[in-house]
Structures are given as structure tokens and as C-alpha cells.
């Protein structure tokens, strides 16, 4: 098993231009996750999907959209990106409601995002 | 609401020494509590979880128990190694907590040689 994977790893981009984070996971887990993380900060929740089809808000969602087409994808997009969402972003996901610790997380590797 | 704190770091030790990083949290109902470990330049990873109370988590040499009557769940080590250094976070996972676990702001552990 591959675990969490996110692609890409690093990614520089100007103001203005848009990108899609790709995130997924083959241990069939329902719920997923996407959180940025900043020097000195601890995780902010971006977005999340329950399943299939669902996606909601977390703590930052401003200036981010995201879709679950896939249960096994989760897509983080910027449509106009700013400075301020230079970060590291995470994706996790966890099983899910009806197995055994549901909210226990699995991380991805993680990408390196830098807005000029 | 629910939420976790966690003492502040860095905390800075030499080899071998003993560690404690402190955990409290406030929650409804009986959380599942979670120790995760960052080490630089990589993702977040389980190290050790209690699901209830009293229960003791251990991996790596790491330990915390569930102690629900003082709501904490402190990580220790008794004899902490340079490969340690990471930020270390503490979370729970509460049954109305929104599909989300609770985070700590994490804690930076430096150890010295």
C-alpha cells in the first residue's frame, strides 16, 4: 500500500495563476482532509470530505475549492493564488464512522507551496 | 467545545535525558487521544493513541496514559536520542466533534548531543 500520496511535491507559482493539489489514498478510508501548515503554526483545517460526492468547510477555507469525485481522490484547488497561501499543505484521511478509530489520521508527504 | 493544549516549546534537551511534554484537553463524552510526530521535512505520523480511560499508548519508547481525572495525556520518554527531534502534536477525536480531530498547536523537541 502506497498510503496517502499528493502530488506535486514543490510548486512555485506567480499571483494570480491557479493550480490543483492532487491528493489520494488506496486503503478505501472514507473521510478526508486537506491542511496547510505555516512556520511556527500547528495544522489549520482547509476542507474536508465525509465521502464520495461531499465536501465542507473547515477552519480556512477562503480562496480554496475542492472536490471528492473519486472516494479515493481529494483535489485542493487555488483558482487566483496570493502570497498568503504560501505554506506546506497535508492531505489525511481517516475511516470513517462504523470502524474502528474513525478519526485516526493518515498523512500524506506533504507539498511545498510558494506564491510569488 | 472540545479542544487540546499543549506546553509551549521548543524544548530543548541533551541526550539521554528524560522527557515529558504536557497534554490536557477538554472534551465531551470519552475521546479517543492521539500523540502524532513531524519530523523535519515530512508528514505527520501516528506514534502512539488510548482510546480510554486509563489506558496506557507506548511506541518507540514513548508513552502516555489516559488519564481522565486530570484530563491529560502527557508523553514521556525515559531516555530521549538526537533522532527524536521533531514536533510533536496531541490530538483527540470526540464523538461530536465534526468529523475532525482536535489539534494541538504541537510542541518543537531539540535534542542536543
Known amino acids: 500500500n502506497a498510503g496517502v500520496t499528493q502530488t506535486p511535491k514543490f510548486r512555485v507559482l506567480k499571483t494570480g495563476q491557479s493550480m490543483t493539489l492532487l491528493c489520494a489514498q488506496d486503503?478505501?478510508?472514507?473521510?478526508m482532509y486537506w491542511y496547510r501548515q505555516d512556520p511556527g503554526m500547528g495544522l489549520r483545517l482547509i476542507h474536508y470530505?465525509?465521502?464520495?460526492?461531499?465536501?465542507a468547510k473547515g477552519e480556512v477555507p477562503d480562496g480554496y475549492n475542492v472536490s471528492r469525485l473519486k472516494k479515493q481522490n481529494f483535489l485542493l484547488g487555488l483558482e487566483s493564488a496570493a502570497p498568503s497561501q504560501t505554506s506546506v499543505y497535508f492531505c489525511?484521511?481517516?475511516?470513517?464512522?462504523?470502524?474502528?478509530?474513525?478519526?485516526?489520521?493518515?498523512f500524506g508527504p506533504g507539498t511545498r507551496l510558494t506564491v510569488t | 467545545g472540545n479542544s487540546v493544549t499543549q506546553m509551549e516549546g521548543p524544548v530543548t534537551l541533551s541526550e539521554e535525558a528524560f522527557l515529558t511534554i504536557n497534554c490536557t484537553y477538554t472534551?465531551?463524552?470519552?475521546?479517543?487521544l492521539f500523540w502524532y510526530v513531524q519530523y523535519p521535512g515530512e508528514g505527520l505520523q501516528l506514534l502512539l493513541k488510548a482510546t480510554k480511560a486509563d489506558d496506557k499508548g507506548s511506541n518507540k519508547g514513548f508513552e502516555a496514559t489516559y488519564r481522565k481525572e486530570t484530563t491529560s495525556f502527557h508523553l514521556e520518554k525515559g531516555s530521549v536520542q538526537v533522532s527524536d527531534s521533531a514536533v510533536y502534536f496531541c490530538a483527540l477525536s470526540a464523538t461530536d466533534s465534526n468529523y475532525q480531530l482536535i489539534w494541538g498547536a504541537g510542541t518543537k523537541l531539540i535534542i542536543k548531543p
Open positions: 470530505s465525509v465521502g464520495e460526492g461531499t465536501t
Open positions: 489525511a484521511s481517516s475511516r470513517g464512522l462504523d470502524n474502528p478509530d474513525p478519526l485516526e489520521q493518515y
Open positions: 472534551a465531551t463524552g470519552y475521546p479517543s
Open positions: 486503503m478505501n478510508h472514507e473521510y
